[in-house]
């Protein structure tokens, strides 16, 4: 599962700076890499709900421990072998919608219908529809913006001098905000600030912790490029895009690890913590450091080695990039994956990404291969009943072999 996280999933973080050029694959692969396993082992999910208690209540199967732990177990090689598939033909499909799917899909057979709740699964089908449509529009106003202030300029270098300084404190607020609020949700941080700063609400802190790094962030570029302008007179600007948009691609592949390992080390952490104890199925596990581990560099393999596929779909396959255009999707990737985290709106960061990169294909002119994208929905429609079917059968088979069925 965490395999099939790294050749698909996160390998989508790169797909942007490899199609515009802003990084080579080979540069892609290690610093996303570095980044993801940074994230995964470092801030990667310390406690976590064992059943995902939105979908299925683990009350259910208190009772029935051996069912609970085979379920989990087809549920992580359904989800698994979902991802794999997908990662063969290129299409980046949400790893969370797959192992929602195949929870979903094991209950349903042993439990029925009645077992999941409904009301979580049509709030994610809900954020398929209306995510990578606001992706797509926020992104196109992003690049326009760029492009109306900045590119066209009658004086791109310095017009980039006065904006682009924007830009990177814009980026350095929403990068330091979703770290705050999302990758490092699960560890101490949180209680850290709670001690420093008593009562004062949690998100309030983040906010201010965020704004002085966007400030930081605002004056170094701003020195930098004042550098630029004095001891430069080439008027091409993308280059300074690309230097935004490698440090945003190495912070969404942070939150990537961060968060998607939790897919895989949950329902692992949670099959160990019910035979730990004796058959009692807890609503919440502690993950195992080797656990952790275990995904983490699971992770990074499965990106090294099958990553290629999807940074290819995502980085030249749907449109054309160049590092405004690929900055403008991720940036709008980061500003939507920060709303949907604060509200605690599950929104899939694959979705988010690929809309984003169709509308600044459409805004910037650039030609939108619709077979692809057609391609990339019907995986998007097929992702979660595909893992519940996976895991329907994985479970009979399962169940079959250990005679509980």
Request: neutral net charge.
């Amino acid at each position: 599962m965490a395999y099939g996280i790294g050749a698909n999933d996160v390998a989508n973080a790169m797909g942007t700076s490899v199609g515009s050029k802003a990084l080579t694959l080979t540069q892609a692969l290690v610093v996303a890499s570095i980044f993801t396993f940074l994230g995964a082992y470092f801030a990667g999910a310390d406690v976590t709900t064992t059943i995902r208690e939105d979908i299925v209540s683990p009350e259910l199967f208190k009772d029935d421990p051996s069912i609970f732990i085979l379920g989990m177990l087809s549920s992580l090689l359904a989800a698994g072998a979902w991802l794999l598939l997908a990662t063969v033909f290129g299409w980046p499909v949400s790893t969370t919608h797959s192992i929602i799917g195949a929870i979903a899909g094991f209950s349903i057979y042993y439990l029925g219908w009645s077992s999941v709740r409904w009301s979580y699964i049509g709030g994610v089908t809900l954020t398929w529809l209306i995510v990578p449509f606001v992706a797509a529009v926020l992104s196109g106003l992003i690049y326009s913006s760029a492009k109306k202030f900045i590119i066209n300029a009658p004086d791109p270098i310095e017009a980039g001098r006065n904006y682009i300084p924007i830009y990177a404190g814009l980026v350095g607020f929403l990068i330091c905000a979703i770290t705050l609020t999302k990758s490092l949700a699960n560890t101490d941080i949180p209680a850290l600030i709670t001690q420093y700063f008593g009562d004062q609400d949690v998100i309030f802190v983040n906010a201010v912790v965020s704004l002085f790094i966007a400030l930081i962030c605002f004056a170094i570029s701003r020195l930098i490029l004042s550098h630029y302008v004095t001891n430069s007179s080439d008027p091409n600007i993308e280059g300074k895009f690309a230097v935004l948009m490698i440090f945003t691609a190495c912070s969404i592949a942070f939150a990537h690890g961060s968060n998607d390992v939790a897919n895989a080390v949950g329902p692992m952490a949670a099959i160990i913590s019910t035979i730990e104890n004796l058959g009692s199925v807890e609503n919440r596990s502690i993950v195992p450091e080797w656990v952790l581990l275990t995904g983490s560099i699971s992770i990074v393999l499965g990106m090294l080695t099958l990553g290629y596929k999807v940074i290819k779909t995502i980085g030249e396959k749907i449109t054309e990039l160049k590092p405004s255009k690929g900055f403008a999707a991720e940036l709008s990737t980061a500003v939507i994956v920060l709303l949907g985290s604060i509200s605690g709106i599950p929104l899939s960061t694959t979705h988010t990404l690929v809309g984003a990169v169709i509308g600044v294909g459409l805004v910037g002119g650039s030609k939108v291969n619709s077979k692809v994208i057609y391609g990339i929905l019907g995986s998007w429609i097929v992702t979660v009943p595909g893992g519940a079917v996976l895991a329907i059968i994985f479970f009979v088979m399962f169940g079959t072999v250990f005679g509980v069925l």
